[in-house]
Protein backbone atom coordinates (compact mmCIF):
# COMPACT_ATOMS: atom_id res chain seq x y z
CA UNK A 1 0.00 0.00 0.00
CA UNK A 2 1.22 3.63 -1.17
CA UNK A 3 1.46 5.81 1.98
CA UNK A 4 0.50 9.80 0.99
CA UNK A 5 2.73 12.04 2.55
CA UNK A 6 1.01 14.68 5.06
CA UNK A 7 1.73 18.48 4.98
CA UNK A 8 3.72 19.67 7.83
CA UNK A 9 4.55 16.32 8.97
CA UNK A 10 8.30 14.61 7.91
CA UNK A 11 8.74 10.73 8.17
CA UNK A 12 9.48 7.57 5.88
CA UNK A 13 7.97 4.73 4.59
CA UNK A 14 8.47 2.37 7.49
CA UNK A 15 5.89 0.89 9.26
CA UNK A 16 4.68 0.17 12.94
CA UNK A 17 6.02 -3.57 13.96
CA UNK A 18 3.61 -6.22 14.29
CA UNK A 19 4.02 -6.70 18.24
CA UNK A 20 2.35 -2.93 18.19
CA UNK A 21 5.92 -1.07 18.92
CA UNK A 22 6.13 2.17 17.11
CA UNK A 23 7.92 2.26 13.87
CA UNK A 24 10.06 4.88 12.16
CA UNK A 25 5.96 5.91 10.85
CA UNK A 26 5.03 6.91 13.81
CA UNK A 27 8.06 8.08 15.21
CA UNK A 28 8.27 10.41 12.00
CA UNK A 29 4.67 11.55 12.54
CA UNK A 30 5.60 12.11 16.37
CA UNK A 31 8.27 14.16 15.31
CA UNK A 32 6.30 16.31 12.72
CA UNK A 33 4.18 17.20 15.15
CA UNK A 34 5.99 18.08 17.90
CA UNK A 35 7.96 20.41 15.73
CA UNK A 36 4.65 21.87 14.15
CA UNK A 37 3.50 22.31 18.27
CA UNK A 38 6.53 24.02 18.70
CA UNK A 39 5.78 26.51 15.79
CA UNK A 40 2.89 27.82 17.36
CA UNK A 41 1.60 30.49 18.61
CA UNK A 42 1.42 29.31 22.36
CA UNK A 43 4.58 28.39 22.19
CA UNK A 44 5.94 32.25 21.90
CA UNK A 45 3.33 33.37 24.14
CA UNK A 46 4.48 30.50 26.79
CA UNK A 47 8.65 30.92 25.97
CA UNK A 48 8.00 35.02 26.61
CA UNK A 49 6.17 34.43 29.69
CA UNK A 50 8.78 32.66 30.73
CA UNK A 51 11.89 35.20 29.40
CA UNK A 52 9.61 38.27 30.93
CA UNK A 53 9.07 36.66 34.69
CA UNK A 54 12.90 35.50 35.01
CA UNK A 55 14.29 38.55 33.53
CA UNK A 56 12.62 40.58 36.22
CA UNK A 57 13.42 38.16 39.23
CA UNK A 58 16.90 38.51 37.60
CA UNK A 59 16.82 42.27 37.65
CA UNK A 60 15.35 42.92 40.70
CA UNK A 61 17.80 40.60 42.68
CA UNK A 62 20.29 42.98 41.18
CA UNK A 63 19.10 46.03 42.05
CA UNK A 64 18.78 44.54 45.50
CA UNK A 65 22.47 43.32 45.65
CA UNK A 66 24.16 46.14 44.01
CA UNK A 67 24.54 49.50 46.80
CA UNK A 68 22.71 52.66 45.85
CA UNK A 69 25.79 54.45 46.64
CA UNK A 70 28.84 55.69 44.87
CA UNK A 71 31.02 52.74 45.72
CA UNK A 72 29.94 50.01 43.68
CA UNK A 73 32.83 47.60 45.20
CA UNK A 74 30.92 47.22 48.49
CA UNK A 75 28.44 44.30 47.32
CA UNK A 76 31.43 41.69 47.11
CA UNK A 77 32.31 41.32 50.66
CA UNK A 78 28.11 41.33 51.69
CA UNK A 79 27.53 37.79 52.27
CA UNK A 80 23.71 38.18 51.86
CA UNK A 81 24.20 40.69 48.56
CA UNK A 82 26.86 38.18 47.27
CA UNK A 83 23.86 35.62 47.55
CA UNK A 84 21.60 37.04 46.20
CA UNK A 85 23.79 37.84 43.15
CA UNK A 86 24.33 34.43 42.95
CA UNK A 87 20.59 33.72 42.54
CA UNK A 88 19.96 36.53 40.00
CA UNK A 89 23.42 34.89 37.85
CA UNK A 90 22.02 31.24 37.85
CA UNK A 91 18.87 32.70 36.26
CA UNK A 92 20.14 34.24 33.73
CA UNK A 93 21.10 31.69 31.23
CA UNK A 94 17.23 30.59 31.07
CA UNK A 95 15.97 33.80 31.04
CA UNK A 96 18.28 33.81 27.27
CA UNK A 97 17.20 30.78 26.16
CA UNK A 98 13.17 31.44 26.37
CA UNK A 99 14.01 34.85 24.87
CA UNK A 100 15.75 33.62 21.69
CA UNK A 101 13.29 30.81 21.62
CA UNK A 102 10.83 33.27 21.63
CA UNK A 103 12.72 34.88 18.71
CA UNK A 104 12.54 32.12 16.51
CA UNK A 105 8.78 31.30 17.03
CA UNK A 106 7.83 34.75 15.86
CA UNK A 107 9.83 34.17 12.97
CA UNK A 108 8.76 30.93 12.25
CA UNK A 109 5.10 32.47 12.17
CA UNK A 110 5.79 35.01 9.90
CA UNK A 111 7.60 33.46 7.37
CA UNK A 112 7.57 34.43 3.87
CA UNK A 113 5.73 37.75 4.90
CA UNK A 114 9.19 38.86 6.90
CA UNK A 115 10.45 42.08 5.68
CA UNK A 116 14.47 41.65 5.44
CA UNK A 117 15.10 44.90 6.35
CA UNK A 118 12.72 44.18 9.31
CA UNK A 119 14.26 40.82 9.67
CA UNK A 120 17.92 41.53 10.04
CA UNK A 121 17.23 44.47 12.66
CA UNK A 122 14.68 42.04 14.35
CA UNK A 123 17.13 39.22 14.77
CA UNK A 124 20.31 41.17 15.25
CA UNK A 125 18.89 43.65 18.11
CA UNK A 126 17.53 40.35 19.72
CA UNK A 127 21.16 38.63 19.66
CA UNK A 128 22.67 41.62 20.77
CA UNK A 129 21.09 42.07 23.72
CA UNK A 130 21.15 38.58 24.74
CA UNK A 131 24.63 38.59 24.41
CA UNK A 132 25.02 41.90 26.63
CA UNK A 133 23.12 39.95 29.15
CA UNK A 134 25.30 37.08 29.10
CA UNK A 135 28.28 39.43 29.28
CA UNK A 136 27.45 41.28 31.79
CA UNK A 137 26.14 38.07 34.33
CA UNK A 138 29.46 37.05 33.23
CA UNK A 139 31.50 39.58 34.76
CA UNK A 140 29.75 39.54 38.09
CA UNK A 141 29.97 36.44 38.07
CA UNK A 142 33.86 36.62 38.04
CA UNK A 143 34.20 38.56 40.37
CA UNK A 144 31.76 36.00 42.44
CA UNK A 145 34.16 33.05 41.91
CA UNK A 146 37.50 35.52 42.60
CA UNK A 147 36.09 36.79 46.13
CA UNK A 148 35.51 32.87 47.09
CA UNK A 149 38.77 31.68 46.29
CA UNK A 150 41.98 32.45 47.41
CA UNK A 151 42.75 35.30 45.11
CA UNK A 152 40.15 37.94 45.19
CA UNK A 153 40.33 40.66 43.26
CA UNK A 154 41.14 43.97 44.42
CA UNK A 155 38.62 46.92 44.62
CA UNK A 156 39.61 48.89 41.70
CA UNK A 157 38.64 45.47 39.88
CA UNK A 158 35.20 44.79 41.35
CA UNK A 159 34.39 48.80 40.49
CA UNK A 160 35.94 48.40 36.98
CA UNK A 161 33.62 45.12 36.25
CA UNK A 162 30.72 46.28 38.16
CA UNK A 163 30.48 49.14 36.22
CA UNK A 164 30.95 47.63 33.22
CA UNK A 165 28.57 45.24 33.78
CA UNK A 166 25.76 47.79 34.91
CA UNK A 167 27.13 49.87 31.75
CA UNK A 168 26.36 47.14 28.93
CA UNK A 169 22.88 46.09 30.87
CA UNK A 170 21.73 49.63 31.63
CA UNK A 171 22.93 51.30 29.20
CA UNK A 172 23.94 49.39 26.10
CA UNK A 173 21.14 46.28 26.23
CA UNK A 174 18.17 48.62 27.06
CA UNK A 175 18.85 50.69 23.58
CA UNK A 176 18.94 47.16 21.59
CA UNK A 177 16.18 46.48 23.17
CA UNK A 178 14.14 49.56 22.55
CA UNK A 179 14.74 48.54 18.56
CA UNK A 180 13.94 45.09 19.73
CA UNK A 181 10.45 46.36 20.91
CA UNK A 182 10.09 49.07 17.83
CA UNK A 183 10.49 46.22 14.89
CA UNK A 184 8.07 43.40 17.16
CA UNK A 185 5.67 46.22 17.05
CA UNK A 186 5.88 47.69 13.39
CA UNK A 187 6.11 43.73 12.23
CA UNK A 188 2.79 43.20 14.74
CA UNK A 189 1.02 46.37 12.85
CA UNK A 190 2.15 45.14 9.47
CA UNK A 191 0.95 41.77 9.86
CA UNK A 192 -2.32 42.69 12.00
CA UNK A 193 -0.85 40.38 14.92
CA UNK A 194 -0.54 42.92 17.05
CA UNK A 195 -3.55 44.77 18.23
CA UNK A 196 -3.78 48.45 17.99
CA UNK A 197 -3.45 49.50 21.88
CA UNK A 198 -0.37 47.04 22.10
CA UNK A 199 1.24 49.15 19.06
CA UNK A 200 0.83 52.28 21.15
CA UNK A 201 2.15 50.75 24.62
CA UNK A 202 5.28 49.20 22.16
CA UNK A 203 5.70 52.87 20.36
CA UNK A 204 5.92 54.15 23.74
CA UNK A 205 8.27 51.51 25.26
CA UNK A 206 10.34 52.01 22.81
CA UNK A 207 10.68 55.76 22.71
CA UNK A 208 11.35 55.38 26.76
CA UNK A 209 14.16 52.68 26.15
CA UNK A 210 15.97 54.57 23.95
CA UNK A 211 15.91 58.22 25.68
CA UNK A 212 15.57 56.39 29.19
CA UNK A 213 19.46 57.77 31.57
CA UNK A 214 21.33 54.81 32.16
CA UNK A 215 21.05 52.98 35.58
CA UNK A 216 17.41 53.71 35.35
CA UNK A 217 15.77 50.52 37.48
CA UNK A 218 12.02 51.68 35.49
CA UNK A 219 13.32 51.55 32.52
CA UNK A 220 14.86 48.46 32.61
CA UNK A 221 12.15 46.68 34.02
CA UNK A 222 9.52 48.26 31.03
CA UNK A 223 11.01 46.15 28.21
CA UNK A 224 10.06 42.71 30.13
CA UNK A 225 6.78 43.85 31.06
CA UNK A 226 5.76 44.56 27.19
CA UNK A 227 7.52 41.15 26.02
CA UNK A 228 4.73 40.02 28.96
CA UNK A 229 2.26 42.17 27.50
CA UNK A 230 2.67 40.72 24.07
CA UNK A 231 3.01 37.34 25.28
CA UNK A 232 0.16 36.92 27.27
CA UNK A 233 -2.02 38.47 23.75
CA UNK A 234 -0.47 35.99 21.84
CA UNK A 235 -2.19 33.18 24.52
CA UNK A 236 -5.28 34.99 24.65
CA UNK A 237 -5.73 35.99 20.75
CA UNK A 238 -4.08 32.24 20.04
CA UNK A 239 -2.70 33.33 16.44
CA UNK A 240 -6.26 33.68 15.17
CA UNK A 241 -5.92 37.46 13.69
CA UNK A 242 -2.19 35.68 12.02
CA UNK A 243 -4.41 32.87 10.92
CA UNK A 244 -7.38 34.98 9.48
CA UNK A 245 -4.88 36.92 7.67
CA UNK A 246 -3.24 33.51 6.05
CA UNK A 247 -6.71 32.66 4.88
CA UNK A 248 -7.37 35.70 3.19
CA UNK A 249 -4.25 35.39 1.43
Known sequence: MRLRSVPGLRYNRRVSHQDGTPGDLDDGLLTGAVADELRTPRAAGVAGVIFAVVIIAVEILIHQALPNDADQASWITDAERRRQMTWALTLVPYAGIAFLWFIGVIRARLGSREDKLFATTFLGSGLLFVAMLFVSAAALGALITLQEGPHAATVDEVRLF???????????????????????????????????????VGYAAALVLLLAPPRTFWAVILFPLWVLLISAQILVSGGRAETAHEQQT
Open 162 to 200: SATSMALLTTFGIRMAAVFTLVVTNLGRRTRIVPGWLQV
